[in-house]
T-cell receptor
Framework: NAGVTQTPKFRVLKTGQSMTLLCAQD?????MYWYRQDPGMGLRLIHY???????AKGEVPDGYNVSRLKKQNFLLGLESAAPSQTSVYFC????????????FGAGSRLTVL | EDQVTQSPEALRLQEGESSSLNCSYT??????LFWYRQDPGKGPEFLFT???AGEEKEKERLKATLTKKESFLHITAPKPEDSATYLC????????????FGSGTQLTVLP
């Protein structure tokens, strides 16, 4: 039972390049989230999905796009990477009524030069 | 806008020295307050959910409590393996059920 798996774990990009981060969960969860974590700023929500085929903007969505074509997968795309997008990205999923406990992946460290 | 403030930012304790971490919050319609533990290079790991003022939860050396404005994570007789960053988060009402996080308290327990 893998839980939430993120790929890749590390990536270095040049300014202007594009890439996609993949999140896969095997718990049949409806809700999925992408957060970024920067020193001193905690985890901030980028985009989220409340079910297959749905996506919505979070607190810091600019410069990112997402897709949820399959229930188990949530993709985060950077069309034209900028140094400000250097961060650690975490995917999470959850599916409980009431308070929704989230399960997180191990993170993807992205550096944009 | 939901807000979560954690203090202190960092805390160093000697093994066996008990202390508390604070999480102050403002949220419209609290659905739950969460505590997570995060080890270096890993994702946050769930510890507790608290739902209403007066509630307490315990797990080994950790006890979480909740009032209408803040939560405390009490650490009794800590060990070096308790060293980690402890994150507090709130979940408000609404369909998205996302968490709003504080910036965390980095705890170091010295042997």
């Amino acid at each position: 039972n893998a839980g939430v798996t993120q790929t890749p774990k590390f990536r270095v990009l040049k300014t202007g390049q594009s890439m996609t981060l993949l999140c896969a969960q095997d718990m049949n969860h409806e809700y999925m989230y992408w957060y970024r974590q920067d020193p001193g700023m905690g985890l901030r929500l980028i985009h989220y999905s409340v079910g297959e085929g749905t996506t919505a903007k979070g607190e810091v969505p600019d410069g990112y796009n997402v897709s949820r074509l399959k229930k188990q997968n949530f993709l985060l795309g950077l069309e034209s990477a900028a140094p400000s997008q250097t961060s650690v990205y975490f995917c999470a999923s959850g599916d409980r009524p009431g308070a929704n406990v989230l399960t997180f992946g191990a993170g993807s460290r992205l550096t944009v030069l | 806008e939901d807000q979560v403030t954690q203090s202190p930012e960092a805390l160093r304790l000697q093994e066996g020295e008990s202390s508390s971490l604070n999480c102050s919050y403002t949220v419209s319609g609290l659905r739950g307050l969460f505590w997570y533990r995060q080890d270096p290079g890993k994702g946050p790991e769930f510890l507790f959910t608290l739902y209403s003022a007066g509630e307490e939860k315990e797990k080994e050396r950790l006890k979480a409590t909740l009032t209408k404005k803040e939560s405390f994570l009490h650490i009794t007789a800590p060990k070096p393996e308790d060293s980690a960053t402890y994150l507090c988060a709130v979940q408000a009402g609404g369909s998205a059920r996302q968490l709003t996080f504080g910036s965390g308290t980095q705890l170091t327990v010295l042997p």
